[in-house]
């Protein structure tokens, strides 16, 4: 079936830095990439979506990067906070939309 | 502002009982959907709903039903409640149906004993 790879499952930083999650995914029709940040005791909230037709979507300090013909996706966030501590999910659509296993981020002050 | 509302937080529960989780959500959208969160799993889609009275299976339905009779209300059984089916439970909503922003409850946290 389809499914979405995610990697680190877990990562650390010192706040300033930067952090990475990078998601493969199987279907190579999907046109929509959305990442979820999840606080803890709440639900996951959308953060930043990329669609197929561009490469790359910055909102502040958050980045979505997408390379369609190696059919993975990552996240960037630069100058980590200690808010930024969550789990932090990836997903793409395929009929339905099929989420990675999540990372979660701590970010040490 | 956007709300989805479940009705239970934390839940206790005895294998065979019967389970009946509960979500609103008060911005008039078409589409809700139910997921399950288990550690290393991510969410999986358990049912979904484009429409009152209108259902389909996500990809883990086995021993569980859902009820939409209203708009704004979306409802997980468990009709004989396994304790494999300890978990986190998340209800979302939607606009769009899948290339749009979901938005999800707090979710219900249930042990099955």
């Known amino acids: 079936g389809e499914n979405v790879e995610q990697h680190p499952s877990t990562l650390s930083v010192q706040e300033g830095d930067s952090a990475v999650i990078k998601c493969t995914y199987s279907d190579s029709a999907s046109n929509y990439f959305p990442w979820y940040k999840q606080e803890l005791g709440k639900g996951p909230q959308l953060i930043i979506d990329?669609?197929?037709?561009?490469g790359e979507k910055k909102d502040q300090r958050i980045a979505v990067t997408l390379n369609k013909t190696a059919k993975h996706f990552s996240l960037h966030i630069t100058e980590t906070q200690p808010e930024d501590s969550a789990v932090y999910f990836c997903?793409?659509?395929?009929?339905?939309?099929?989420f990675g296993q999540g990372t979660t981020l701590q970010v040490k002050p | 502002d956007v709300k989805v509302t479940q009705s239970s937080r934390y839940l206790v529960k005895r294998t065979g009982e019967k389970v009946f989780l509960e979500c609103v959500q008060d911005?008039?959208?078409?589409?809700m959907f139910w997921y399950r969160q288990d550690p290393g799993l991510g969410l999986r889609l358990i049912y979904f709903s484009y429409d009152v009275k209108m259902k389909e299976k996500g990809d883990i339905p086995e021993g569980y039903s859902v009820s939409r009779e209203k708009k704004e209300r979306f409802s997980l059984i468990l009709e004989s409640a396994s304790t494999n089916q300890t978990s986190m439970y998340l209800c979302?909503?939607?606009?769009?149906?899948?290339?749009?922003?979901?938005?999800f409850g707090e979710g219900s946290r249930l042990t099955v004993l």
């Open positions: 911005m008039d959208h078409e589409n």
């Open positions: 990329i669609r197929s037709n561009v």
């Open positions: 997903a793409f659509n395929t009929g339905k939309l099929i």
């Open positions: 979302a909503s939607s606009l769009g149906r899948w290339t749009g922003e979901l938005f």
